[in-house]
């Protein structure tokens, strides 16, 4: 990871930050991802707007997950372009065709060696719940926090890691799929997932309960999803490069980044 400068900054928000364009960093990150989810729900761009626009239930749930597992290509050229060519429908039976040389986004769960692994899994989960609609429904009385817990713990699945239970539970939530809005980022399922490493970079504390912690209260006095800290956090981990823009249009909200910058402090 790159890192800033010190110069003294000091945040109780994120005690693991030293430097002031770490934390500037940060907030951008975080009012980029606000902005991306905002989207989603609003004007949802690429495949997103088709899910938004299926008439079945089973293919905009299956077409989510795909989009989830396969993850969007960075940049703005053409990002759902591999997610198009190799995906199928839920009728079809079929998992996503990955054929030799697909390209794969920064945030896939796909595994080179076994590609349909767990697209064939998630397919074997809906089935024995009756259908994806049936899986997402769950118990009637689950408030959405309870439904984004328990599916999550549903979803583990061969090769789907905490990064793509993650992003297929919020997306679905934000397309309007299932009433879904997490109260966790589940930052201690996976030990070598990026966004729990930066999470404890930033966070300055390994321990999974005080991480979730400190993530809801930077959230809450940022005034930010707390959904929105997962790519945020990813995204603070890697090289301008590397980013995961997951085919967001949306830019960073100003305001909604100096209120993060306001409430860290800069």
Do not use: C, K, N
């Given at each position: 990871m790159a890192r800033a400068v010190e110069d003294g900054y000091e945040s109780e928000l994120v005690p693991g930050l030293k430097a002031s364009g770490d934390a500037?960093?940060?907030a951008a990150e975080m009012a980029f991802s606000a902005a991306r989810l905002a989207e989603l729900a609003a004007d949802p761009p690429g495949l997103y707007a088709d899910v938004a626009l299926a008439d079945d239930p089973e293919e905009a749930l299956w077409l989510t997950f795909q989009i989830a597992h396969l993850s969007p290509l960075s940049g703005e050229d053409a990002p759902f372009?591999?997610?198009r060519a190799a995906q199928t429908t839920w009728a079809s039976g079929e998992p996503p065709h990955l054929e030799e040389g697909v390209v794969l986004g920064p945030r896939t769960t796909v595994d080179p060696k076994q590609p349909t692994r767990t697209a064939e899994a998630?397919?074997?989960?809906?089935?024995?719940?009756?259908?994806?609609?049936?899986?997402?429904?769950g118990d009637a009385a689950w408030t959405p926090e309870r439904r984004f817990s328990r599916l999550f713990e549903r979803l583990s699945l061969p090769g789907f890691g905490r990064a793509g239970r993650v992003e297929f539970l919020v997306s679905a939530g934000r397309l309007g799929l299932a009433e879904i809005d997490p109260s966790e980022l589940r930052l201690g399922a996976e030990a070598s997932d990026p966004s729990t490493l930066s999470a404890k970079r930033v966070f300055g504390i390994g321990?999974?309960?005080?991480?979730?912690?400190r993530a809801a209260d930077l959230a809450t006095?940022?005034?930010?999803?707390?959904a929105a800290l997962d790519l945020a956090l990813f995204n603070f981990g890697q090289a301008e490069t590397a980013r995961a823009t997951m085919g967001a249009r949306a830019d960073a909200d100003p305001d909604a980044q100096?209120?993060?910058e306001a409430a860290l402090g800069l």
């Open positions: 500037r960093r940060l372009a591999s997610i998630y397919r074997a989960w809906a089935g024995r719940g009756g259908s994806q609609s049936a899986a997402f429904a321990e999974a309960v005080l991480l979730e912690r006095e940022a005034e930010v999803p707390l100096a209120r993060v």
